[in-house]
């Protein structure tokens, strides 16, 4: 079971990047590692997925280190808009059980 | 092209009563997802439809139950309701692509439904 670590909060200002990581030691061989985005009493957002390595899009990016224990949402420039919670997860569409979406990240962003 | 799309955004039912929330998936997709989301937590799967059979199954009683038509649409059923059952109930909808090991663009939720039990 892939469970995933986050931290609870994070704070930042506009213009910054923003790196949240996520812990996840268990992840399985056909796990991909997926990133979510949740705004107040919305559904969550897909951001963002990968399996290993780098992956880049026009919002955000994705770091995973070779041993795929981890991985790091890369924010770039963020504005007050991205004030959100964000979820990793990590499982197979074959286990759907298996996508934990835990507690998330609370990210404030301040003018 | 329409996303995900809920109904009721909104309903107050009083514990013991019976409740149906209804969901439309995105077009193009084929397999239906709901998940409880409970305020301050993050969304708990509740089980997942494809062709018009239950596939799989989070950790929820029997009270709760669901169904897809053949198209695609589905409902979520309550019965029984309890207090704890407050929540806000997401839709996620994907395409069933079996050549990968996930949807390549994830699910796509709806805004929800959010239930009160009085």
């Known amino acids: 079971l892939a469970k995933t670590t986050q931290p609870i909060s994070m704070d930042s200002y506009e213009g910054q990047e923003v790196n949240i990581t996520c812990s996840h030691n268990n992840i399985a061989t056909n796990d991909y590692i997926t990133w979510y985005q949740q705004f107040p009493s919305q559904g969550p957002r897909f951001i963002i997925q990968?399996?290993?390595t780098k992956v880049t899009n026009e919002v955000a990016s994705l770091f995973i280190p070779a041993d795929r224990k981890s991985s790091t949402l890369s924010l770039p420039r963020v504005s007050l808009s991205d004030t959100a919670v964000y979820y990793c997860l990590v499982g197979d569409q074959r286990n759907t059980d298996k996508l934990i979406f835990g507690t998330g990240t609370r990210l404030q962003v301040f003018p | 092209d329409a996303g995900v799309t809920q109904s009721p955004t909104h309903l107050i039912k009083t514990r013991g009563q019976q409740v149906t929330l209804r969901c439309s998936p995105k077009s193009g997709h084929d397999t239906v997802s709901w998940y409880q989301q409970a305020l301050g937590q993050g969304p708990q799967f509740i089980f997942q439809y494809y062709e018009e059979e239950e596939r799989q199954r989070g950790n929820f009683p029997d009270r709760f139950s669901g169904h897809q038509f053949p198209n695609y649409s589905s409902e979520l059923n309550v019965n029984a309701l309890l207090l704890g059952d407050s929540a806000l109930y997401l839709c996620a909808s994907s395409f069933n692509d079996h050549r990968v090991n996930f949807p390549q663009d994830g699910y796509t939720f709806g805004s929800g439904t959010r239930l009160t039990v009085v």
């Open positions: 990968g399996y290993k």
